[in-house]
């Protein structure tokens, strides 16, 4: 647990959501359960394992040597979540307090967050580049008079939305089948002042017909659940996204394919993109936050870019 109190000791107060300690990656022998996240005003630790109140009481007293001497007299506000397997998760409130509701920034954008309920706390911290990625492709795209439009595939609380249209795109399709993290994606457009968004319920899987309607789009993201039973399963579902995407893309579109799934590297996404959408072509992998530094990365969150051919290759 060293590098945990090690890493309390020398971070700086945080002004935007943010990773501070990524045991998950491997790169701390002992601390592969411990992860460290600043949603501010309040820190959340997780553990994907039990520990004992002495522990608990170690991380506490650290937490709060630094906070006196970086919280400019502000109290400590700080959760401790346990998940365990079966999606056992157990969530305290160990000091001070969180507000409600309660609203953390990321590049100057505002999003709702929180952290006393369930896994997900609105914003996934490990995505931020692929946000920011979002973000400059609208802002530089060179269609702009057309009217940038983008699908957003299992939206969740629509973070990549709120950038694409800070940025400047005109319109953004967010699907979800969750209703809740919909509303949520709702207020998150509606604290950056943001217009063009439409919001739909559904199963993608029985949607298709109304996903090709709003399109052809400049930009496509795909970021579903690994594996979530009855919605989404990586291995068998991927492929059916993959083979809509050449004809929902305009010519030059770009799509961005994520996936969250340790078991499964970009040779899963590359090989399938191969067989199944051999026109779209491989442009990058977005890198990750370096504060999700894993020593392998092919375990951790994988953003691939993938371009359609443009109006020049469509001509023969």
Known sequence: MQALLDAIAQFELPTDAQR??????????????????????????TSFQPLDEAVLTTIDQALQARWAQIGQGKPLNWVFQTRQSGNKVETRLMAGSVPEPHTVTESGLQFRAHV??????????????????????????????????????????????????????????????????????QQNHQLNALNGASFLAHDIFSSWGKITRSGPYHLIVIDPPSYQKGSF??????????????????PGGHVLLCLNAPELGTAFLKEQMAEIAPTLQFVERVANPAAFADTDEERSLKVLVYRAPGTEAMAH
């Open 20 to 45: 501070i300690f990524h045991g998950r990656g491997g790169r701390f022998p002992g601390c592969e359960h411990l992860v460290l996240d600043a949603f501010p005003p309040v820190l959340l630790l």
């Open 116 to 185: 006393l309920r369930g896994q997900n706390h609105g914003l996934f911290l490990d995505m931020a580049e692929g946000r920011r990625w979002v973000h400059e492709h609208v802002a530089q795209h060179p269609e702009h008079r057309h009217g940038i439009k983008v699908l957003n595939l299992f939206a969740y609380t629509c973070a990549f939305s709120v950038a694409a249209l800070h940025a400047g795109a005109r319109q953004v399709l967010n699907m979800d089948m969750s209703q809740s993290a919909l509303a949520t994606g």
């Open 233 to 250: 399963i990586a291995t068998k579902d991927y492929a059916k996204l993959m083979r809509r995407l050449p004809d929902l893309l305009r």
